[in-house]
């Protein structure tokens, strides 16, 4: 468990927490490139607590700036994106997509005043699928994170997002406990549900994996293995968390896949999941985006309207008002586990359950927990060394170690864990031999 202390710290995003200082040093994604059209309407974004807006200019330039007119404070959220920038309509004042003003039409013909207002702006840039921007100290902005798709020659990636209505932290904690899959996800299934050999089989099988994990460049990384049909093999699952809020899943084979989630604070309470892949390696989805599904899955994980409003993009219809859409008499049938309907809606239900904020004065880890307990150590160790010395966060400026794969692989049981994978995690190598098939769900 944590203490009450390092729980507030860890929690925390805002402006002079310690771990929103820690974010503030890394690029943050904010918004998915298709948001954005040239002259569209303000889009209000909530970032680590702070209000702010986005647009793109007619050139089709994407621009993060403040919320509130630098004149007497009036929201730009109402103001007119014409022409190569926003004009606050209160007074007229027009802002280019640098933050300068470029028109003052209330001041007298011939004053200089525009020339001494500037709207705060930040810096942008589009990877991904994703717009991003620096909000942090520097004037000269970090490397982005070179995830490797970001340089695809032909500039084609997938992404899109959705919202958890709880602490950052704990959305991003499900992605690195595996032991859950067995239950929440699989938990009705048996192992002659999946097939002979795939790495579904052997997790409904062996549902209590032990552990190894490693502190990296990154972040930390971990494998989590059991037996693959007898004692001579060993099923690992590899997964990673990279500073300040990316995972990477163990789910598909090994050295085929790359894709990264990233778990942005709105503010304390609200968390937007940003998801970005290659097009031609689109492995996890939104169920109501997948072929074959059910209609209560499809239904589920429908996208209500997006609002206006600071917390209206991207919610789901199964929500904390509605429990979720759980179907007890599913539930009871033994055909769910959970009564829920799918892995995105069960991951939901479970981390909003717990609250905005789950006081971790009351938890008891297990075993299992090893990762979320290296990842909090690190997270707070890492905080506090930037707030009492300046010690520059992880990987801030080291792009390239963001270049890893994550998934399953079976490994001969003497086998070095790291050793044996260190190509497969490695970014760049293609492994056609490799069959993604085994993956079986798992």
Not at 297 to 317: H, M, S, V, Y
Not at 364 to 381: E, F, K, P, Q, T
Request: a negative charge.
């Amino acid at each position: 468990m944590l203490s009450e202390a390092d729980n507030e710290t860890i929690c925390r995003v805002g402006k002079g927490t310690f771990m929103g200082d820690l974010m503030r040093e890394y690029w943050l994604p904010f918004a998915l490139a298709s948001e954005l059209e040239p002259d569209c309407d303000p889009l209000r974004i909530m970032l680590l607590g702070e209000r702010f807006l986005a647009i793109r200019t007619t050139s089709g330039k994407a621009v993060l700036m403040d919320e509130t007119c630098p004149h007497r404070g009036a929201s730009m959220w109402y103001g007119r994106n014409e022409r190569e920038g926003i004009r606050c309509v209160y007074h007229g004042w027009k802002f280019d997509g640098s933050g300068a003003c470029v028109d003052m039409p209330n001041e007298p013909v011939g004053s200089n005043f525009k020339d001494k207002v500037r709207l705060p702006t930040y810096p942008v840039a589009e990877a991904g699928g994703l717009v991003w921007a620096y909000i942090g100290p520097r004037v000269t902005p970090p490397p982005m994170p070179a995830f490797e798709w970001f340089d695809n020659p032909e500039g084609v990636s997938s992404a899109w997002a959705f919202q958890r209505e709880c602490n950052w932290l704990q959305a991003l904690e499900g992605d690195i406990d595996t032991s859950h899959f067995g239950f929440l996800h699989v938990g009705h299934a048996d192992p002659g549900d999946a097939p002979e050999g795939s790495f579904l089989r052997y997790a409904i099988e062996d549902r209590a994996p032990r552990y190894k994990v490693l502190d990296t460049e990154f972040g930390a990384t971990y494998g989590a293995y059991r037996e693959a049909g007898s004692p001579d093999s060993l099923y690992w699952r590899f997964a990673h968390f990279l500073f300040p809020f990316y995972t990477m899943v163990p789910t598909g084979v090994l050295g085929t896949k790359s894709q990264l989630r990233a778990w942005v604070p709105m503010d304390d309470t609200h968390t937007m999941a940003f998801h970005s892949a290659p097009s031609a390696r689109r492995y996890t989805a939104p169920a109501s985006q997948k072929v074959g599904i059910t209609e209560r899955e499809a239904t589920a994980t429908k996208f209500l309207p997006n609002t206006t409003d600071w917390f209206g993009r991207f919610r789901i219809t199964a929500r904390v008002e509605n429990d979720h859409l759980i179907d007890r008499a599913l539930q009871r049938s033994g055909e769910s586990y959970t009564g829920l309907a799918g892995v995105n809606v069960e991951d939901q239900a479970i981390t909003e359950s717990m609250g905005p904020i789950f006081d971790r004065t009351r938890e008891h880890l297990g075993s299992s927990d090893v990762m979320v307990i290296r990842v909090r150590r690190r997270l707070l160790a890492a905080a506090r060394a930037l707030a009492a010395d300046g010690v520059v966060p992880p990987a801030v400026d080291a792009p390239q170690a963001y270049q890893q794969r994550s998934g399953g692989i079976v490994l001969p049981a003497d086998a070095d864990w790291m050793e044996a994978t260190a190509e497969l995690r490695t970014t760049g190598v293609e492994h056609p031999e490799l069959d993604p098939s085994m993956a079986g769900g798992a």
